[in-house]
């Protein structure tokens, strides 16, 4: 069976706080198998029949919100795509030693031209974003905490939802997730 792995937003921030335990038996309550989390941020690692990513984002925010209380929007990827992620992430970092962070926006779909626009108008000495297909890195030149770039921006200058993670937390899921063979 595929295996995948589900970005959930708005977990553990905002003062909403949802063990991990209780969010993998949310995915057994759904029908996952083989569920696995990863730290303690909304990525979670299991087994689904289906072999399409966006019908499993849908039917995971559906199913989930009744059992967090909110909506907490899935970004799904196959395992392949988070090897990918990261990779390309790093290669990022690598071509540029000066950054201090770089961070990586998962998004539903890829942006559309007018979405492309309001990031290209984003863009400062300090931040720059690598649109990517379902993916924007986001390059940061100083720490993250002294730029005055965020998710809330970006969710509110394109009009869409997002959840970002940092590229050492890419890393070591994709490090966990060498020996899968679920490579879908």
């Known amino acids: 069976m595929p295996k995948y792995v589900a970005f959930l937003r708005a977990i553990n921030v905002g003062g909403r706080f949802v063990k991990m335990a209780v969010l993998a038996e949310h995915f057994h309550t759904l029908g996952y198998s083989a569920i696995q989390t990863h730290i303690n941020s909304g990525n979670v690692v299991f087994q689904a029949s289906s072999r399409r990513p966006d ?49 990586v926006a998962l998004l539903g779909a890829p942006l559309n031209t007018a979405q492309q626009a309001a990031l290209q108008a984003l863009q400062t000495d300090v931040d720059s974003f690598v649109p990517d297909g379902c993916e924007v890195y986001w390059l940061c030149r100083v720490k993250q905490s002294d730029s005055r770039f965020s998710n809330a921006l970006f969710e509110r200058k394109l009009k869409i939802r997002t959840t970002i993670r940092r590229v050492t937390m890419l890393q070591g899921l994709s490090a966990a ?8």
């Open 55 to 103: 019908a499993l984002a849908r039917t995971l925010q559906e199913g989930l919100a009744p059992l967090l209380g909110y909506m907490s929007e899935a970004f799904v990827r196959t395992v392949a795509e988070v090897h990918e992620i990261a990779r390309r992430a790093q290669s990022l970092a690598d071509q540029e030693p000066s950054l201090k962070e770089v961070n």
């Open 177 to 184: 997730l060498q020996n899968t063979t679920n490579d879908v």
